[in-house]
T-cell receptor, first 114, second 113 residues
Framework: DVKVTQSSRYLVKRTGEKVFLECVQD?????MFWYRQDPGLGLRLIYF???????EKGDIPEGYSVSREKKERFSLILESASTNQTSMYLC?????????????FGSGTRLTVV | EDKVVQSPLSLVVHEGDTVTLNCSYE??????LLWYKQEKKAPTFLFML????IEKKSGRLSSILDKKELFSILNITATQTGDSAVYLCAVEGLLEYGNKLVFGAGTILRVKS
C-alpha cells in the first residue's frame, strides 16, 4: 500500500514562529499536494508540486511556502505562524498525469497557533 | 474559478434510512470526480467517476456522474451508524503539467441508532 506519512499528528506553536510540516511518500509519486481543512470550507489547496524542485501555488498560498528537494518529501513552511493558520493540514500524493485519480492522503497534522 | 458545491452541508438520519448526497462542479479540463469518506483522520477513497451515466457500486454505496449537467450523487442505502462521517466530493482538473483536485466543503452525515 502507498503510504503518505506526516511527521506530526498534533503541533502547538506560538505566533511568529517558523513552522515546518513534513510529508513523505514511499511510492515514487510525482505529484504532491498540501491542503488545509477548515469546518464548512472543505479542503483548500495551498501548494502543489509536479516534480522535484517544482512548485505551483494553489488557491490559498499566502503565508506559506514549500520545498521539494527530493521526490519523496514535500515540506510546507509557515514563515511566521499566525492564529488564522490554526487548522488541519493534509498532505496527499498521486501518480502521474497519465492516470486519473490515485490520490493517497496522509493522516493530517492538526496545528494550533497560540 | 473552479468550484465544487456539495449539498446538504449536514444531514441527520436514522439507521435504515436511504440518503442522497449531491455534488455539482465547474472545473476546467475535467478529468474525474472522486468521492471520499472522512472519519477522524485522512479521507479514504470511495469512488472515482469519469464517464456519464455509469453507476459505480460498493455494497450499500453507489454513485453516478452526469457530465452534461455537471453533477454527481452519492447514495447510501440502509444506513448504519458506521456511515456517520464527512463525505467529500472532489473534482480533478487536468493542468498543463499535472492534475489538481478541487474539493467541496463536504456533507456531514450523522446516522442515529
Amino acid at each position: 500500500d502507498v503510504k503518505v506519512t506526516q511527521s506530526s499528528r498534533y503541533l502547538v506553536k506560538r505566533t511568529g514562529e517558523k513552522v515546518f510540516l513534513e510529508c513523505v511518500q514511499d511510492m515514487d509519486h510525482e505529484n504532491m499536494f498540501w491542503y488545509r481543512q477548515d469546518p464548512g470550507l472543505g479542503l483548500r489547496l495551498i501548494y502543489f508540486s509536479y516534480d522535484v524542485k517544482m512548485k505551483e501555488k494553489g488557491d490559498i498560498p499566502e503565508g506559506y511556502s514549500v520545498s521539494r528537494e527530493k521526490k519523496e518529501r514535500f515540506s510546507l513552511i509557515l514563515e511566521s505562524a499566525s492564529t488564522n493558520q490554526t487548522s488541519m493540514y493534509l498532505c496527499a500524493s498521486s501518480l502521474t498525469i497519465f492516470r486519473a485519480g490515485g490520490y493517497t492522503f496522509g493522516s493530517g497534522t492538526r496545528l494550533t497557533v497560540v | 474559478e473552479d468550484k465544487v458545491v456539495q449539498s446538504p452541508l449536514s444531514l441527520v438520519v436514522h439507521e435504515g434510512d436511504t440518503v442522497t448526497l449531491n455534488c455539482s462542479y465547474e472545473v476546467t479540463n475535467f478529468r474525474s470526480l472522486l468521492w471520499y469518506k472522512q472519519e477522524k483522520k485522512a479521507p479514504t477513497f470511495l469512488f472515482m467517476l469519469t464517464s456519464s451515466g455509469i453507476e459505480k457500486k460498493s455494497g450499500r454505496l453507489s454513485s453516478i456522474l452526469d457530465k452534461k449537467e455537471l453533477f454527481s450523487i452519492l447514495n447510501i442505502t440502509a444506513t448504519q451508524t458506521g456511515d456517520s462521517a464527512v463525505y467529500l466530493c472532489a473534482v480533478e482538473g487536468l493542468l498543463e503539467y499535472g492534475n489538481k483536485l478541487v474539493f467541496g466543503a463536504g456533507t456531514i452525515l450523522r446516522v442515529k441508532s
